[in-house]
């Protein structure tokens, strides 16, 4: 059957997949499940309610959510009403939250729960006026969503003509949801995004996953952010069953006790998985941690089967049966795929994972591009590991003579919500998109992203700087967690580190060296000369310009809830640059 908007996925559950427990979530500890039919009838209640309160077509509601099938009940009853849906992130501040709500003309908001609504509330009741407030867990003297889908029960048969009407009206290219950027400076941005741009992409996505209606998958990004949008609905194309994670930090436990065969991730939370493996290998001992690290040695040489000897592919064999199933055992025994975006991916982790048989799908994309416009296949001559993909049909792309990538296709937006200046200043007149990094095609199949155009900086001697590069170096130290690369102007690069503060204080103990504070801890000459060592290992790899010439660490963990990260775990440099003023002074203090 042919699907040309998101709400036909409905139509193929029906066909193709009518059966019990294809979404589901945990509620106080046990998983609660949907089936096909209930996904189908909450949606269309969902629908009929919206109508019955008065949306017409290109309204807005706005969601404010952790994942959990509620999501895609609002998100298919919108689309077949033909309402735009504006899903937010959860952890913005209530400034952004203000700007969203009222930048978008959302006639509702509907948050998750308790908590969110806490937060969310100033932004609401400063627009009481313009918009109503839904929780989806009941909250005493608080509207709730099911209000919605009682009404669209009870008044069903007075509507159910017009939802008919809508769902045959609305074409690919409707405007389908507005999705606000989490934005690295200044005010997010709102991308529209059309049926098309979510759907070609989607398809493209389910063909080089090839999961089936056996699999089970663990949705981990939020639904909210076009990357995680994109893996629920390719998941639901495909049958699959999918498992709502229920927080960063029960992921592995979420994968184990579902037995996954799938997840969606970006690199921070690949670099966290391999971090806590070998933690647990550090604290083996004798034999078993000599073939533990053999083992981790041989997997960041891993190559395609076409191009390893005979000999690597008969170490790895045995790598695997020692080391490597153990490692999948502990991730639930089935898992096999993982789709990696949303940052630069650490080479080396790509090449363990592959070679512990997790084949890592690195892709390519922004909001603006719905998201993808390379994705890595399974298979060559399409699979390049170090790369981030090849295109997806129906999309062009080409390098510009500064090296930007530009593209062209389906998976373009429609533009950016009340901004015609902004949007003719990335999409020019033959329809090309600037995405605004820098890259490569390699024997102009595969791309390669070397940083964001307008993050690479120029040292005093001439040199250009890809901060991205070196960061992605530095965070391969057990000892650092985060990085931000700076010396626009001056004479070297420089670096203020997040330190991995758990691994630090582990070898200051072993030099029998406390502190009662991180400040203290930061500011220490012992832990300034560990990381120093470490430092100079990475400068070893590096051309001299390249060389972080001096570094400072900083006594807080960055997180999007800090500022220094924005919600998708990017750095946020502007914010970072202002926070850190003096300290980078420090940097380059003679």
């Not at 939802?163 to 949801?177: G, N, S, V, Y």
């Not at 076009?226 to 709502?244: C, D, F, L, P």
């Not at 070679?355 to 890592?360: N, R």
């Not at 200046?421 to 595969?446: A, N, Q």
Request: aromatic share 8%; charged share 25%.
């Amino acid at each position: 059957m042919i699907i040309s908007r998101t709400f036909d996925l409905l139509d193929r559950y029906q066909k193709l997949f009518n059966k019990e427990g294809i979404l589901n979530a945990k509620s106080k500890d046990q998983w609660v499940s949907y089936s096909a039919q209930e996904y189908i009838g909450l949606s269309h209640d969902f629908a009929y309610g919206l109508l019955a309160l008065g949306y017409q077509r290109g309204d807005k509601l706005a969601t404010i959510t952790n994942n959990r099938p509620e999501w895609n009940f609002m998100d298919m009853g919108m689309a077949m009403a033909g309402v735009v849906h504006v899903p937010v992130f959860t952890s913005l501040n209530i400034e952004e939250y203000l700007y969203v709500l009222d930048h978008s003309d959302a006639k509702a908001v509907v948050v998750s729960d308790r908590n969110l609504l806490q937060k969310v509330r100033p932004a609401v009741d400063q627009l009481a006026a313009l918009i109503s407030c839904y929780t989806i867990e009941p909250i005493d003297n608080e509207p709730n969503w099911m209000e919605i889908i009682e009404l669209g029960r009870k008044k069903m048969e007075e509507v159910k003509e017009e939802l008919a009407k809508r769902k045959q009206e609305i074409t690919p290219d409707d405007f389908a949801t507005l999705i606000y950027t989490s934005g690295t400076t200044g005010l997010c941005k709102g991308v529209m995004l059309s049926q098309k741009n979510l759907v070609r992409n989607f398809l493209a996505a389910a063909e080089v996953f090839g999961m089936g209606p056996d699999d089970n998958y663990l949705s981990i990004l939020p639904l909210c952010h076009v990357g995680g949008r994109m893996g629920n609905y390719q998941t639901q194309y495909s049958g699959a069953r999918i498992y709502y994670a229920e927080s960063m930090g029960t992921i592995a436990a979420n994968l184990k006790e579902i037995k996954a065969d799938g997840f969606d991730t970006v690199p921070r939370i690949l670099e966290k998985i391999y971090d806590n493996v070998i933690a647990k290998g550090n604290k083996l001992t004798g034999i078993k941690k000599k073939v533990f690290f053999w083992a981790v040695r041989l997997g960041l040489r891993y190559k395609v089967d076409s191009e390893s000897s005979w000999l690597y592919k008969k170490q790895l064999k045995i790598a695997d049966k020692l080391i490597f199933s153990k490692w999948r055992e502990a991730l639930g025994g089935r898992i096999r795929l993982a789709g990696c975006g949303g940052a630069s991916l650490q080479p080396r982790l790509e090449r363990i994972f592959w070679a512990a048989g997790i084949k890592i799908i690195n892709m390519y994309g922004l909001t603006e591009t719905s998201p993808i416009i390379t994705i890595n296949r399974q298979m060559k001559p399409f699979l390049k590991l170090g790369s981030v993909g090849s295109l997806i049909d129906g999309v062009e792309l080409r390098i510009a003579e500064d090296g930007e990538i530009l593209c062209r296709g389906h998976n373009v937006m429609l533009g950016y919500y009340k901004e015609p200046e902004m949007t003719r200043s990335v999409i020019d007149k033959d329809g090309w998109f600037h995405t605004g990094d820098i890259g490569s095609l390699e024997r102009g199949i595969h791309l390669m992203v070397t940083d964001r155009k307008k993050e690479i900086f120029k040292l005093s001697n001439g040199k250009f700087i890809a901060p991205q590069i070196l960061e992605g170096l530095l965070k391969e130290s057990e000892l650092i967690e985060q990085s931000c690369v700076v010396g626009d102007g001056e004479k070297f690069p420089g670096a203020l580190i997040s330190p991995n503060f758990a691994q630090l204080e582990k070898q200051l103990q072993n030099q029998s060296v406390t502190f009662d504070n991180r400040e203290d801890l930061v500011k220490s000459s012992e832990a300034n000369e560990i990381v120093k060592d470490e430092i100079q290992k990475i400068n070893r790899r590096l051309s001299s310009t390249e060389k972080i010439g001096r570094f400072r660490l900083v006594p807080h963990d960055w997180s999007p809830e800090t500022g220094e990260l924005s919600p998708t775990l990017k750095l946020r440099r502007k914010f970072i640059h202002e926070k850190y003023e003096e300290l980078i002074r420090q940097v380059y203090q003679k």
